[in-house]
Protein backbone atom coordinates (compact mmCIF):
# COMPACT_ATOMS: atom_id res chain seq x y z
CA UNK A 1 0.00 0.00 0.00
CA UNK A 2 1.32 3.68 -1.12
CA UNK A 3 -0.25 6.49 1.39
CA UNK A 4 -0.11 10.33 -0.19
CA UNK A 5 -1.31 12.87 1.90
CA UNK A 6 -1.43 16.55 0.86
CA UNK A 7 -1.69 19.71 3.07
CA UNK A 8 -1.29 23.00 3.00
CA UNK A 9 -4.33 24.45 1.55
CA UNK A 10 -6.27 27.14 3.13
CA UNK A 11 -7.65 30.10 2.96
CA UNK A 12 -5.32 33.03 1.74
CA UNK A 13 -6.15 36.48 0.17
CA UNK A 14 -5.11 37.51 -3.10
CA UNK A 15 -1.42 38.52 -3.78
CA UNK A 16 -0.41 35.99 -0.89
CA UNK A 17 1.74 33.16 -0.37
CA UNK A 18 1.18 29.58 0.50
CA UNK A 19 3.03 26.24 0.55
CA UNK A 20 1.63 22.86 0.29
CA UNK A 21 3.23 19.72 1.07
CA UNK A 22 2.85 16.03 0.19
CA UNK A 23 3.88 12.98 1.90
CA UNK A 24 4.42 9.34 -0.19
CA UNK A 25 4.74 6.80 2.59
CA UNK A 26 4.38 3.39 2.79
CA UNK A 27 5.83 0.21 0.59
CA UNK A 28 7.71 1.89 -2.04
CA UNK A 29 10.86 0.55 -3.75
CA UNK A 30 11.13 3.59 -5.85
CA UNK A 31 9.38 7.03 -6.37
CA UNK A 32 9.74 8.47 -10.31
CA UNK A 33 7.90 11.56 -11.24
CA UNK A 34 5.52 13.53 -9.00
CA UNK A 35 3.28 16.23 -9.86
CA UNK A 36 0.60 18.47 -7.95
CA UNK A 37 -2.75 18.45 -10.16
CA UNK A 38 -6.01 21.28 -9.82
CA UNK A 39 -9.55 20.86 -9.90
CA UNK A 40 -11.41 24.04 -9.74
CA UNK A 41 -15.36 23.95 -8.90
CA UNK A 42 -17.18 23.23 -12.32
CA UNK A 43 -13.42 22.42 -14.15
CA UNK A 44 -12.07 19.34 -15.00
CA UNK A 45 -7.78 17.97 -12.76
CA UNK A 46 -5.53 19.97 -14.79
CA UNK A 47 -1.47 19.56 -14.26
CA UNK A 48 -0.27 22.42 -12.45
CA UNK A 49 3.74 21.58 -11.61
CA UNK A 50 5.50 18.46 -12.26
CA UNK A 51 8.96 17.28 -11.45
CA UNK A 52 11.01 14.10 -12.58
CA UNK A 53 12.72 11.49 -9.76
CA UNK A 54 16.43 13.15 -10.66
CA UNK A 55 17.81 15.23 -13.24
CA UNK A 56 15.62 16.94 -15.68
CA UNK A 57 13.56 20.09 -15.65
CA UNK A 58 9.99 20.51 -13.82
CA UNK A 59 7.38 21.40 -15.82
CA UNK A 60 4.80 24.31 -15.25
CA UNK A 61 1.22 25.12 -16.15
CA UNK A 62 1.29 28.23 -18.84
CA UNK A 63 -1.19 29.60 -15.82
CA UNK A 64 1.47 29.29 -13.09
CA UNK A 65 5.03 30.12 -14.55
CA UNK A 66 7.13 32.72 -12.64
CA UNK A 67 4.55 32.49 -9.31
CA UNK A 68 4.88 28.85 -8.74
CA UNK A 69 7.42 26.56 -7.87
CA UNK A 70 7.97 22.88 -7.74
CA UNK A 71 10.74 20.78 -5.31
CA UNK A 72 10.97 17.82 -4.01
CA UNK A 73 13.32 15.59 -1.78
CA UNK A 74 13.29 11.99 -1.09
CA UNK A 75 9.57 11.51 -0.97
CA UNK A 76 8.40 14.63 0.23
CA UNK A 77 6.61 16.87 -2.72
CA UNK A 78 6.15 21.05 -2.06
CA UNK A 79 4.62 23.79 -4.13
CA UNK A 80 5.54 27.01 -3.35
CA UNK A 81 2.74 29.40 -4.54
CA UNK A 82 2.84 33.13 -4.77
CA UNK A 83 0.98 36.24 -5.95
CA UNK A 84 -1.71 34.03 -5.65
CA UNK A 85 -5.19 34.80 -7.98
CA UNK A 86 -8.82 34.16 -7.18
CA UNK A 87 -8.51 32.09 -9.91
CA UNK A 88 -6.15 29.77 -8.18
CA UNK A 89 -8.67 28.52 -6.09
CA UNK A 90 -9.07 24.81 -6.28
CA UNK A 91 -8.41 21.65 -4.73
CA UNK A 92 -4.56 20.50 -5.56
CA UNK A 93 -3.95 17.00 -5.60
CA UNK A 94 -0.50 15.47 -5.34
CA UNK A 95 0.41 12.49 -7.70
CA UNK A 96 2.95 9.86 -7.47
CA UNK A 97 4.41 7.53 -9.97
CA UNK A 98 5.65 4.95 -7.34
CA UNK A 99 7.33 1.32 -8.01
CA UNK A 100 6.32 -0.82 -4.74
CA UNK A 101 8.50 -3.73 -6.09
CA UNK A 102 5.73 -5.63 -7.96
CA UNK A 103 3.85 -2.74 -9.73
CA UNK A 104 3.74 0.49 -11.40
CA UNK A 105 0.90 2.90 -10.39
CA UNK A 106 0.37 6.30 -9.87
CA UNK A 107 -1.34 7.32 -6.86
CA UNK A 108 -3.14 9.62 -5.40
CA UNK A 109 -3.73 12.03 -2.45
CA UNK A 110 -7.43 13.01 -1.58
CA UNK A 111 -6.14 16.46 -1.66
CA UNK A 112 -6.15 19.76 -0.37
CA UNK A 113 -7.99 22.73 -0.78
CA UNK A 114 -6.76 26.08 -1.79
CA UNK A 115 -9.60 29.18 -1.66
CA UNK A 116 -8.62 32.57 -2.72
CA UNK A 117 -10.36 35.48 -1.83
CA UNK A 118 -10.54 38.57 0.30
Known amino acids: QVAVVESGGGLVQPRGSRRLSCEVS????????MGWYRQAPGKQRELVAS??????SATYADSVKGRFTISRENNILNLQMNSLKPEDTAVYYC?????????????WGQGTEVFVSS
Open 95 to 107: SAYVFDGTVYRTS
Open 51 to 56: IPNSGG
Open 26 to 33: GRIFRIYN
